[in-house]
């Protein structure tokens, strides 16, 4: 049993198969409680099309309030094409950018780790995928997204868009210090993403890493070109260890980096940074296949272990499902998305019942004191 004061989690299902993928997930947050395996309260609340419907705004003020009064924050998913005709300002996407901010969340960290039971899944070859375990730190709130000036003007009778590309030495310092700390407790290896040989945003990304390494004498660093980054992530993605860079180059090489894995669908992200962790899956709300007990819930599985783990401070529990996740793999059953010949393929409520049924297993078996 794990002790301590009662840790507030705030759920967010969303929209498209958000509701879907949460729905298990919910129900192991609630039976960990029921047990007393670990105390939480257990709270929802509206975001993206789902809260856009009922209050005109995607990510309303009671949503904010919740997410701020709690210790994690656990997302689904957001969008749809029905809301695609919406003012930019109350897309459902919007409430993901405004939710990290008001999190504080500067940080984004999204493994990219090879499940050995999906390995044909990946259109590389297997021996170059072999033993793949990466983290992208991708810096959350600034950089090109984020900079001023912006907008779409008229200069001499042509329009011209106009985005800045904006780093400060404190924002690139606190993102570096969140990737060798997390690479202090994996293969202590930092390789820093930049363009330095053409932007001067990446000249003092590149400096500023460079000294905060000195703070951490155990852990590597290498510094390479974004360019070149793409590349040898495809080429010979086992040299990465912890990938640290800029929003709009992590943008790009975090997708990448979870196409190496062959499924998208099992892939979990952590915004963090601030007091409360922002956890979800990666796969987007896929409203085609919303509402037919189709979806993966993997994923979001996977992103509660990372909310178990970075959030709430209970890495055993967390390799515990992550374990669960695997031994269900393992067995042979899957969801459509990720389906073999031979595999047994089930729904997304029936995958859920046997990714919590692992867990238990795992759990009782005392799997999280190893």
């Not at 919740?66 to 749809?80: C, F, N, P, Q, R």
């Not at 409360?276 to 037919?292: R, Y």
């Not at 959030?311 to 695997?326: D, I, M, N, T, Y």
């Amino acid at each position: 049993m794990t002790t301590g004061t009662t840790r507030k989690v705030l759920l967010l299902p969303g929209d498209g198969i958000g509701p879907e993928v949460m729905a298990p997930v919910a129900e192991l947050l609630l039976e960990l409680a029921k047990r007393k395996v670990l105390p939480v309260e257990v709270r929802e609340g509206l975001i993206g099309g789902a809260a856009y419907d009922k209050t005109g705004h995607p990510l309303p003020p009671e949503t904010v309030s919740l997410a701020l009064d709690s210790d994690a924050v656990l997302l689904a998913a957001v969008g749809g094409p029905r809301y695609d005709t919406l003012p930019y300002e109350h897309r459902p996407e919007r409430a993901l950018l405004g939710i990290r901010e008001k999190l504080g969340a500067f940080a984004n960290l999204r493994p990219a780790k090879l499940i050995p039971q999906l390995a044909n899944a990946s259109t590389l070859k297997p021996e170059v995928i072999a033993g793949l375990d990466l983290l992208v730190v991708r810096e959350l709130t600034g950089g090109i997204y984020f900079g001023a000036p912006r907008g779409i003007v008229t200069e001499n009778g042509v329009r011209v868009g106009i985005n800045t590309e904006r780093y400060s030495e404190p924002e690139i310092e606190r993102i570096a210090r969140v990737a060798f700390t997390v690479a202090r407790n994996r293969r202590k290896k930092v390789t820093s993403v930049d363009k330095a040989n053409v932007l001067e945003s990446s000249v003092l990304w590149r400096e500023v890493v460079t000294r905060v390494q000195k703070d951490f004498p155990e852990v590597a660093l290498d510094h390479m070109y974004v360019d070149n980054a793409a590349m040898q992530l495809v080429r010979n993605p086992g040299q990465f260890d912890v990938i640290v860079t800029g929003n709009i180059f992590g943008d790009i090489l975090s997708d990448e980096a979870s196409q190496l894995t062959g499924s998208i669908g099992m892939l979990a992200s952590a915004s963090v940074g601030g007091r409360t962790g922002l956890f979800e899956p990666i796969h987007g709300s896929a409203p085609d296949i919303a509402g037919k007990d189709m979806a993966n819930p993997s994923a979001m599985f996977l992103s509660f272990a990372m909310l178990l783990d970075h959030s709430l401070r209970e890495p055993g529990l967390a390799r515990s499902l992550e374990r669960g996740v695997e031994s269900v793999l393992g067995e042979g059953i899957r969801t459509k998305d990720i389906a073999e010949p031979g595999s047994q393929v089930v729904g997304c409520a029936e995958m859920g019942r046997r990714i919590t049924r692992a867990f238990w297993t795992h759990h009782e078996k005392g799997a999280d004191k190893t």
